[in-house]
């Protein structure tokens, strides 16, 4: 756990968040400031600052997440929905412990903004 890391705290029940998943390596709640109908934040409760801090000994870690979505997605009912993670601020990245946003229940134009 990262000091001073909002979704470290986040993940730790240190700080409250609406949950929708948890289990030993990720936690996901719903984003404070939804984009979308369902707007759900995922993150593995390893600190990883950025997604391009992460090394081949993450690659579990990371597809697991993905497969953490699909889950998710399920539970929310979604079929069609997005996945996004930003990496730097120029990027959108506001928060720095990697989370993926899982997005649905509306329709989505590409490119994003
Ligand atoms: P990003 O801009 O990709 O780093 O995404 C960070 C997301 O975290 C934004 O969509 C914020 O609305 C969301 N967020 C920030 N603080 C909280 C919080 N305390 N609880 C839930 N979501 C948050």
Not at 28 to 44: E, K, Y
């Amino acid at each position: 756990m990262a000091e001073n890391c909002l979704f470290c705290k986040i993940a730790a029940g240190e700080i409250p968040s609406t949950q929708v998943y948890s289990d030993d390596t990720y936690y996901a709640f719903r984003d404070i400031n939804p984009g979308a109908p369902t707007h759900v934040l995922i993150v593995p409760r390893k600190h990883i600052a950025r997604i391009t801090d992460a090394d081949p000994g993450d690659a579990e870690l990371l597809g697991g997440l993905m497969l953490i979505a699909n889950k998710i997605a399920a539970q929310e009912h979604l079929t069609d929905f997005r996945l996004a993670l930003n990496c730097g601020p120029h990027a959108g990245q506001s928060v720095f412990h990697i989370h993926l946003h899982l997005m649905g229940g509306r329709d989505f134009s590409w490119p994003p903004g």
